[in-house]
């Protein structure tokens, strides 16, 4: 664990200077002194708004997200044993995109808080369908992670329908790898709280056993771990943290399958280390995804999900040829 | 393996930079061959393609708002059309032969016809769909002024109407005219429009509707930004950028119909958006989608003498 | 003792287990043996609570079981199931942690000096000290087996329940294997295992039960010629 602690204070480095570049760097140039000042809400008005209400609620949304991610990819690999465990690619954030197209076509029309609260629900609808799945025996890792792409799938075959029967712009082609935490105001960010809230309490109410579901139902039973029990509070703990991250950025993909992994090579097997890494790590990745979105083609921007994927899916490849 | 994979990837990439390269179209004039009236003609149209018209076509289809008007202001009907095109209102009663981006060649076919006009930028692929009903097919294309007057030349002198055409071209020019001078002083007007993805674009003066503001002299904040996004003739606009841009007035394109949410009011919660002068003053002002972005062609001179209205009646 | 009174079992249609009526000693190894679809695993399914057993009853420690859940025999028997794979990167003693650590844990939990200490000397019995910080599946097979067996002593329960814990090993390394389960018995353990090793058994098992057809064919202490009792009174 003390391994664990080192790479966290590491973390916590790269995300402040993750910070000071989102909040710095951007089409519109400011120097360090009237960068200072806008922090501090002195000198030019435009300054401020630039930083507090452009940058700053695109820096914390891409932290908080993160986060979200990270930890319900962690929940997911070590409750179903499955390596490929991603909220996105387990299908739940689905739920979360359908309301999310319901909102943009002006079918469903709620508060912000209203649609956090449905877009949770709804993920956990699909949290539910893993559960089942998962807690049967004989199913292998392979199967699982089928069930839940095809979940995905379904749920972003729905959202596309709805978005193309709107026909929210002309003529494209509507291809969903989106995500993106562009034009975000703070309104749209803050009603994640709670729901990080909620979601890293029910976290650590399963992280202690985690390590314990490794060794299988029979024996964790006979350890008294209850890991049916577990991998429930586990997979909704996910469900509520991923159909969270939908409400705020859409379908960033990936995030939860990559720190999971990238922990693990950090700080080893155990469990307990990696849930802790993974809430600093998937801020840090997730951070550093949209600040190379937003940043690397200015003034245009690329897709967050496109730099995600970049990232993801040879690890995707790489963890599906070792060990399905 | 590794071996492998890197050259799959590098193979990857490079077709991807070669597809970026070839997309660019090279432009066509069409021309139709000055007749005596008699038919078989020989026409070319905007996508470069001889088309024989073996007699006076009676039974006319078309798939696009383009194609559709641009037929209507010659003094042509159709017998069909497709689902978005909504202009002249008699065209709505017509039997559909699909949405403008799927077309059903079923549905054509079935109406007998013996001309087919399409639009080239979005429709090219329907040249090769359509070939075995064996019926002329005839590309139009609305991307400028010119391509409009030669779309509305092409089909009057197909349909063997050449006067309405000239006539059609003139009172089109006529108004254009008489718009640029009732323009009143240098104001600047920012186009904008947004995606799926709450990205928001503004629109170049070389868009659509880019171009009906710059023909009544409107400067505009996008002009000069790279084309970026997938949309040509847009570019991906930030609220950074909206935030140190002054335009006088904001036109805002909802192209999804109600229930969903007018861009207009949305700009309101944007941040960055919200922070322009004409935002704050209320100068934000919604565009009718068909007339300024989706129904390219002939009404381009309403979409003039509306913008114009529009920027006249605000107060600055 | 685990008292065993009448169990039956079935499942779809087919007879199981019928009437097993026998006793588990404490401090001693019990080889439970017959052949393969005689009843063995299904037997430690039930005794586990996994199973419920259509009729009849059980015992442990004079407490009646057959109504608790699987997580109160929990506290009561540990077992090794059969064929269990090691979970990857662990190392032996971090296994052996696993086992000695209370259930539903806190987040934060950790081993105390003392507790590390008594995980320390699990390790020790089973002979796998000098494997403490290697990978349990870099161990042999015979290793493997002991690392499980420490881990199932760290659990503190009085009985352990091995499943064909054997299987697999060479001659020498079940001796070997068999040898350390008679001495943890001796200690205060009750052991069952299920075994198909008559030779060992008879050598080394205090108590040997044989099930045949889902029946109790014999109980007591090992005689020669067991194999003949493997097959069902009947046949």
């Known amino acids: 664990m003390r391994r664990a602690f080192l790479v966290i204070g590491a973390l916590v480095v790269l995300l402040i200077l993750g910070v000071l570049i989102g909040i710095s760097l951007g089409t519109v140039k400011l120097s360090a002194h009237e960068l200072a000042s806008a922090i501090l809400m002195r000198g030019d008005p435009v300054a401020h708004t630039l930083v507090w209400d452009l940058r700053m609620p695109r820096v914390v949304a891409a932290l908080l997200v993160g986060s979200c991610l990270g930890v319900a990819g962690c929940l997911l690999q070590s409750s179903t044993r499955n390596p490929l465990g991603d909220p996105q690619l387990f299908g739940l954030g689905g739920g979360a995109a359908v309301m999310q197209a319901l909102a943009m076509g002006g079918l469903l029309v709620i508060g912000n808080w209203t649609l956090f609260t449905l877009s949770v629900l709804a993920s956990l609808v699909g949290a539910a369908a893993i559960a089942f799945f998962a807690s049967r025996r004989g199913l292998s890792p392979a199967r699982l992670a089928l069930i839940g792409v095809s979940i995905s799938v379904l749920a972003a075959a729905a959202a596309t329908g709805i978005l ?16 993106s935490f562009a034009n975000l105001a703070w309104r749209n960010v803050l009603p994640i709280l709670p729901f990080l809230g909620i979601g890293l309490l029910l976290a650590f109410l399963a992280a202690g056993n985690l390590n314990v579901l490794v060794l ?88 967050v999900g496109l730099v995600t994927a970049l990232l993801g899916a040879p690890l995707m490849i790489y963890v599906a040829r070792r060990v399905l | 393996m590794k071996k492998a994979f890197t050259a799959l990837l590098s193979l ?106 399409i639009e080239s930028l979005t429709q090219a692929n329907l040249v090769s769909a359509l070939e075995p009903l064996g019926v002329p097919v005839v590309a139009l294309r609305a991307a400028s002024l010119d391509d409009i007057a030669n779309g509305l030349t092409l089909v009057g002198e197909i349909i063997d109407d050449n006067d309405a055409a000239t006539q059609a071209i003139v009172d089109m020019q006529d108004r254009i005219e008489a718009a640029r001078g009732n323009c009143t002083g240098n104001k600047t007007a920012l186009i904008l429009i947004s995606d799926a993805q709450r990205n928001i674009y503004a629109a170049k003066p070389e868009s659509y509707p880019g171009s009906v503001a710059a023909l009544i002299n409107l400067g505009n904040p996008a002009a000069g930004l790279p084309d970026t996004g997938p949309y040509p003739g847009f570019a991906l606009f930030t609220g950074e950028q909206a935030l140190t841009s002054n335009p006088d007035i904001v ?43 989706q129904a390219e062609g002939p009404r381009i001179a309403d979409a003039v003498e509306e913008m114009l209205r529009l920027v006249n009646e605000v107060s600055y | 003792m685990l008292r065993l009174d009448s169990l039956s079992f079935a499942s779809r249609g087919q007879k199981i287990l019928s009437d097993v009526t026998t006793v588990i000693p404490d401090s001693a190894l019990t080889c439970l043996i017959g052949a393969n679809g005689a009843g063995k695993t299904t037997l430690l399914r039930v005794l586990l609570g996994e199973l419920r057993a259509g009729s009849g009853t059980f015992y442990i420690d004079n407490t009646r079981a057959s109504a608790l859940s699987p997580k109160r025999i929990a506290t009561y028997l540990a077992i090794i199931p059969q064929g269990i794979q090691p979970p990857p990167d662990f190392t032996v003693s971090e296994l052996v942690t696993l086992g000695w650590s209370p259930p539903n844990r806190a987040f934060w939990w950790r081993l105390s000096a003392q507790e590390r200490g008594s995980v320390q000397e699990c390790i020790t019995r089973c002979d796998v000290s000098q494997f403490s910080e290697r990978r349990v599946e870099e161990l ?62 008879t050598h080394f098992a205090d108590k040997v039960v044989v099930l045949s057809g889902g029946r109790v064919n014999y109980e007591g202490p090992p005689i020669p010629n067991l194999q003949d009792l493997l097959l069902p009174a009947s046949a």
């Open chain 1, 164 to 179: 193309a029967e709107s026909r929210v712009f002309g003529q494209q082609s509507l291809n969903f790898i989106g995500g």
């Open chain 1, 216 to 303: 299988g139902d029979p024996v964790a039973t006979n350890l008294g771990a209850e890991p049916k029990r577990t991998r429930a509070i586990a997979i909704a703990s996910s469900g509520v943290l991923g159909g969270a991250a939908v409400a705020v950025a859409g379908l960033v993909g990936f995030v939860g399958l990559l720190v999971p992994h990238l922990a693990r090579s950090l700080v080893g097997h155990d469990m307990r280390a990696i849930f802790i890494v993974s809430i600093p790590l998937g801020a840090a990745v997730t951070l550093y995804a949209d600040q190379a979105a937003r940043l690397i083609f200015m003034p245009s921007e690329v897709p």
């Open chain 2, 12 to 117: 990857f990439v490079l077709s991807l930079l070669i597809v970026a390269a070839c997309s660019s179209s090279p432009t066509i004039v069409p021309t139709a061959t000055p007749s005596d009236g008699g038919y078989p003609i020989i026409v070319t149209d905007f996508l470069g393609r001889s088309v024989q018209i073996t007699e006076k076509p009676v039974r006319i289809v078309t798939t696009h708002p383009t194609a559709t008007e641009t037929l209507y202001r010659v003094g042509g009907t159709a017998v069909g059309c497709d689902a978005s095109s909504v202009y002249p209102p008699d065209v709505q009663a017509l039997p559909k032969v699909g949405s403008a981006y799927t077309i059903s060649t079923e549905a054509i076919s079935a109406l007998s016809p013996d001309l087919i006009l």
């Open chain 2, 251 to 293: 036109f805002t394109i909802s192209p999804a119909p109600p229930p969903a949410p007018r861009l207009s009011a949305v700009l309101l919660q944007t941040p960055g958006f919200n922070q322009m002068p004409a935002v704050k003053a209320g100068r934000v002002v919604e565009l009718d989608p068909m007339l300024f972005l």
């Open chain 3, 140 to 201: 042999s097979g015979g290793e493997q087996r002991r690392a499980w067996l420490a881990f199932a002593l760290a659990q503190r329960k009085r009985y352990l329940l091995l499943d064909e814990t054997l299987d697999g090993l060479d001659v020498l390394a079940k001796q070997s294997f068999f040898k350390l389960l008679k001495e943890v018995a001796s200690e205060g353990k009750g052991i069952l295992l299920t075994t198909h090793d008559l030779d060992l058994v």
